[in-house]
């Protein structure tokens, strides 16, 4: 069971999926472009994405965790949300990002504990506008178990869409 598929599934609106293992988008490089003007100096994928956060209603962020972190990928594609920070807390410019609700799904396997990863995508969440987070949603035992098999993150993937399509 793929859990972005269950949670398509559900969705009563459109969507957009960026994977970030395979969509052409740099990481941050820090050049400050962001202080003195609007938006990024990289031009690449991230621009239509940037596009889409400004009105969409949701934003869920799906990710496996590493070492009890979300992947170095996932970091490289949220480290470009660093513009929107830059604008409201250095620039004191008002957001346009339309409010939004948000939700993050982690799978993971071994020892890893969810929480840190939780909290870093969650802080992440709130820079591009998401004032309503949904509870931890994942799977977190799949060496032993997939997450196909896992009843428990089924039904919060279904209380999650009830949230999101509300």
Same mark, same amino acid.
């Not at 990024?40 to 972190?69: A, G, L, R, W």
């Given at each position: 069971?793929?859990?972005?598929?269950?949670?398509?599934?559900?969705?009563? /609106?459109?969507?957009?999926?960026?994977?970030?293992?395979?969509?052409?988008?740099?990481?941050?490089?820090?050049?400050?472009?962001?202080? /003195?003007?609007?938006?990024?100096?990289?031009?690449?994928?991230?621009?239509?994405?940037?596009?889409?956060?400004?009105?969409?209603?949701?934003?869920?962020?799906?990710?496996?965790?590493?070492? /009890?972190?979300?992947?170095?990928?996932?970091?490289?594609?949220?480290?470009?949300?660093?513009?929107?920070?830059?604008?409201?807390?250095?620039?004191?410019?008002?957001?346009?990002?339309?409010?939004?609700?948000?939700?993050?799904?982690?799978?993971?396997?071994?020892?890893?504990?969810?929480?840190?990863?939780?909290?870093?995508?969650? =802080?992440?969440?709130?820079?591009?506008?998401?004032?309503?987070?949904?509870?931890?949603? =994942?799977?977190?035992?799949?060496?032993?178990?997939?997450? /196909?098999?896992?009843?428990?993150?089924?039904?919060?993937?279904?209380?999650?869409?009830?949230?999101?399509?509300?």
């Amino acid at each position: 069971m793929n859990l972005i598929n269950k949670l398509k599934g559900k969705l009563n /609106s459109e969507y957009m999926i960026i994977n970030a293992y395979y969509a052409n988008i740099s990481p941050c490089i820090d050049c400050r472009y962001c202080w /003195s003007n609007d938006g990024c100096s990289i031009n690449d994928e991230m621009t239509e994405i940037y596009k889409y956060i400004t009105h969409c209603d949701n934003i869920v962020i799906v990710s496996p965790i590493y070492f /009890s972190q979300p992947t170095g990928k996932l970091l490289d594609v949220c480290s470009r949300f660093q513009m929107y920070f830059i604008q409201k807390y250095f620039r004191n410019k008002k957001t346009e990002i339309k409010p939004k609700k948000g939700a993050v799904i982690l799978v993971g396997g071994g020892d890893g504990n969810p929480v840190k990863a939780h909290e870093t995508l969650c =802080g992440i969440l709130h820079h591009v506008n998401v004032t309503e987070i949904f509870g931890l949603v =994942g799977s977190f035992n799949t060496n032993e178990k997939p997450a /196909s098999e896992d009843g428990e993150v089924a039904k919060k993937i279904d209380n999650l869409a009830k949230f999101l399509n509300d």
